[in-house]
C-alpha cells in the first residue's frame, strides 16, 4: 500500500489556512459594506410604479444620512438630512421585520394635507414634478380629504408614488427618523432598467 506523501499534507494545511483566511476577511469587509455604506434591496411590491417595478434591485445608500450603529438606534453623522423628494427604506413601524420604501412627503413639524389629487404641505401644493405627476387619493385615517396633519418632530409624511395601490402613512401615519436605513440612489438589476433613482 502506498503511503501518504508527508510534504504534500504539510502544503495543503497552509492553502486551507489562506483560503479560509481570505474568505473570513472577504465576509468581514461585505459586512461593514453592507452595515455602513450600502445594502441592496430588491422591490416586492407595485406600490413606487412607475420609479420601481417589482422584481427591481436597488442600492440604498446608508452613508448619506448617516449609518446606525446595529443593535443601537446611535447613528452615525451623515452627509445631509433625508429631504422632501428623497425616495427612502426604512423599517416599518408597525412590523419591525419588514423593510419599506416610499417617496418623502414631509418632515417633522410641517402639515399635510391631500385635496384634489394634490398634496400640500404647509398649504402649498408640491409642485416638483415626482410629485405634480401623479395624483395622490384620499385614502386612510391620515389621509383623509379636508384633514390637514400634523408631522410630529423626528419624524416623516411618506407616499408611495402608485398612489393607488401604496400602503403609506395615510394608512399608518408617521416613519420615525431612528427607523430610516437609507436613501434609494440606483437600480442595477435587470439590466435594461439600470438607471439614478429620481
Known amino acids: 500500500m502506498k503511503e501518504k506523501n508527508p510534504r504534500t499534507k504539510g502544503r495543503i494545511r497552509p492553502v486551507l489556512k489562506e483560503w479560509a483566511e481570505s474568505l473570513l476577511i472577504a465576509f468581514i469587509l461585505a459586512m461593514i459594506i453592507r452595515t455602513f455604506f450600502i445594502q ?13 417595478l417589482e422584481g427591481d434591485v436597488i442600492l440604498v445608500s446608508k452613508f448619506l444620512y448617516g449609518p446606525k450603529i446595529p443593535f443601537t438606534d446611535i447613528r452615525l453623522p451623515g452627509l445631509r438630512q ?77 407616499l408611495g408614488d402608485n398612489s393607488a395601490s401604496s400602503e403609506d402613512s395615510r394608512y399608518w401615519g408617521f416613519v420615525p427618523r431612528k427607523n430610516i436605513l437609507g436613501k434609494a440612489i440606483l437600480i442595477y438589476w435587470p439590466f435594461p432598467r439600470v438607471r439614478i433613482i429620481r
Request: proline share 7%; charged share 25%.
Open 40 to 52: 441592496a434591496f430588491k422591490i416586492p411590491t407595485g406600490s413606487m410604479r412607475p420609479t420601481l
Open 82 to 158: 433625508p429631504k422632501r423628494g428623497d425616495v427612502i427604506v426604512f423599517i416599518y413601524p408597525k412590523n419591525t421585520k419588514k423593510d419599506f420604501i416610499k417617496r418623502l412627503v414631509a418632515v417633522g413639524g410641517e402639515t399635510v394635507e391631500i385635496k384634489n389629487g394634490t398634496v400640500y404641505v404647509n398649504d402649498k401644493p408640491l409642485t416638483e414634478s415626482v410629485f405634480s405627476q401623479r395624483y395622490y387619493y384620499n385614502r386612510g385615517s391620515w389621509g383623509e380629504g379636508g384633514v390637514k396633519i400634523k408631522v410630529p418632530d423626528e419624524s416623516f409624511f411618506v
